[in-house]
């Protein structure tokens, strides 16, 4: 299985940023797997954004719920994220991961990709 992340690496604040993981060599609707979402801020810890399940249903990290969005495209194996009203302390490395349900394991990763909210 692998993940990629795609989208720009500059937002500027107050924008929405949006970011897509492409999944290949496994489908995005596989029974107990969660797609996953997690930040690293420069510096500090991973953070646990929020995922989307094989079926669909969202979760979010509280912290961030009111203005963090999930969604999917399964034609394409694609998941997103969408954050709006961003500042710079959203500036992160923003990785897609999948979670196996099964195992309870972040298994596999995307490389990551840096997002710097700047004006």
């Known amino acids: 299985v692998q993940l990629q992340e795609s989208g720009p690496g500059l937002v500027k604040p107050s924008q929405t940023l949006s970011l897509t993981c492409s999944v290949s060599?496994?489908?995005?609707?596989?029974?107990?797997?969660?797609w996953t979402w997690i930040r690293q801020p420069p510096g500090k810890g991973l953070e646990w954004m929020g995922n989307?399940?094989?079926?669909?249903?969202?979760y979010y990290s509280p912290s961030l719920k009111s203005r963090t969005s999930i969604s999917r495209d399964t034609s394409s194996n694609q998941f997103t994220l969408q954050m709006s009203s961003v500042t710079p302390e959203d500036t992160a490395v923003y990785y897609c991961?999948?979670?196996?349900?099964?195992?309870?394991?972040?298994?596999?990763w995307g490389k990551g990709t840096l997002v710097t909210v700047s004006s």
């Open positions: 991961v999948r979670h196996s349900g099964s195992s309870y394991e972040l298994d596999y």
């Open positions: 060599g496994g489908s995005i609707t596989t029974y107990d797997y969660y």
């Open positions: 989307i399940a094989h079926s669909g249903s969202t």
